[in-house]
């Protein structure tokens, strides 16, 4: 969808970078507060209003003539969309038993990824037959339609609405637990570790990729955009298989450990080797998802490094700073497209070489290898090993 932002609005890769980061300038931002949320008041309500600011800002997006709201449709889409993520790692640490909690936050990130492998492919045919604006407004009032459901269809049972009760009572200092999660030096690290490592799946498969193999390996958008959903569809795989791997084991850093390595050594041939066959990068792609999904482990380590009444603010606090990635590496990608440009324009649109593409990707090997070596110095609480009798 990167050229039809650059076509509507008329702006460049590095313009396109900042929009899409809009997004992030206001999910970042609320992952704490949706995390006190959580803790204090639970996940009904919370997220049924979640889902209908969420839809509102895609149809304001996708409805924007003018850059400036599409801004503001994007700021409305991050705010909205910040819940839902923590609301699953709430759910999975607060209703299931905590030797299952890697394996539930895969699951559930693995329904997510349907979405997010829905966003690439088959929007790419959407756009295709009825436009970016119409699709993206579709979106948006599905959005609207699953935050009424929630709200008057989704139902507790007795005992989580106990669960659900129980927490809301917990008189726990909310600016203690917070200074708490912050003071301790393995929280920093893990998170930073995680951004690092979740940089592959945003960067490449959740906006440049497409581009990317599209110019690279001389295949259309459509083609394009299902080798990004191969990234998302190794994700759907790899959360659950992750998540039961590092239960089995009773760690998570070597699990993470083997997830960057893996995402590493299947990210640099899509990346610098653009003659291999477009089949053979559907593989890696897929690859890349699966060892990825390791990333998810991070929240486990986030969870199980602090106290049991700020589960969702340990969560949402590793995702904050898992999210200021996004705002730093989207506009740099761009920025680094433009710096290489070498002038070349087809129809108003800025036109890049394969070898300004891999310059500016560059950035993500390092970021794991970066991340390689921070989970190292990340202190890991022992727990219980989940049973396979």
Not at 7 to 20: C, H, Q, R
Not at 108 to 118: D, E, R, T, Y
Not at 125 to 149: D, E, H, M, T
Not at 318 to 341: E, K
Request: charged letters at 15%.
């Amino acid at each position: 969808m990167v050229d039809d932002l650059m076509n509507s609005f008329g702006i460049t890769a590095s313009a396109v970078g900042l929009l899409t980061s809009f997004y992030i300038y206001s999910y970042a931002p609320m992952q704490v507060p949706v995390g006190i949320l959580m803790d204090h008041f639970g996940v009904k309500k919370v997220l049924s209003l979640a889902s209908i600011v969420c839809g509102l800002g895609a149809i304001v997006f996708a409805l924007s003539k003018y850059l400036a709201f599409a801004s503001l449709g994007r700021l409305l889409i991050g705010a909205g969309s910040s819940f839902a993520f923590i609301a699953m790692i709430y759910v999975s640490s607060n209703w299931f038993d905590q030797t299952k909690r890697a394996l539930l936050i895969g699951v559930g990130n693995s329904l997510a990824m349907l979405g997010a492998s829905a966003g690439n492919g088959p929007l790419a045919v959407f756009i295709k037959n009825f436009g970016w604006r119409n699709s993206i407004s579709a979106f948006g009032v599905f959005g609207i339609i699953l935050g009424v459901i929630i709200f008057f269809v989704f139902k507790l049972d007795k005992q989580d609405e106990k669960i659900e009760k129980k927490t809301a009572r917990v008189k726990s200092h909310i600016f203690e637990n917070i200074m708490l999660i912050m003071s301790k030096k393995s929280t920093w690290i893990n998170a930073i570790a995680a951004l690092l490592f979740y940089m592959t799946t945003t960067i490449f498969a959740g906006l440049w990729g497409a581009s990317f193999v599209q110019k690279a390996y001389l295949v259309s958008k459509e083609v394009a955009g299902y080798a990004m959903s191969m990234v998302f569809a190794g994700w759907l795989v790899g959360g659950p298989l992750m998540g039961f791997f590092s239960d089995l084991l009773g760690k998570r850093k070597v699990t993470i450990r083997i997830g960057v390595v893996g995402a590493l050594l299947c990210l640099v041939p899509v990346i610098y080797f653009p003659f291999i066959h477009i089949y053979l990068v559907y593989a890696l792609l897929f690859l890349v998802g699966l060892f990825s999904s390791a990333e998810l482990l991070s929240f486990s380590l986030a969870i199980e490094l602090n106290t049991f009444k700020a589960k969702a603010t340990a969560a949402a606090f590793t995702n904050f700073i898992i999210s200021l990635g996004d705002a730093i590496f989207q506009p740099l990608v761009g920025f680094l497209l433009d710096s290489n440009w070498n002038g070349s324009m087809l129809e108003g649109i800025r036109v890049y070489r394969v070898e300004d593409y891999q310059i500016a990707l560059s950035c993500l090997p390092i970021t794991l290898v970066l991340a390689f070596i921070l989970i190292f110095f990340v202190k890991e609480k022992a727990f219980k090993k989940v049973s396979v009798k």
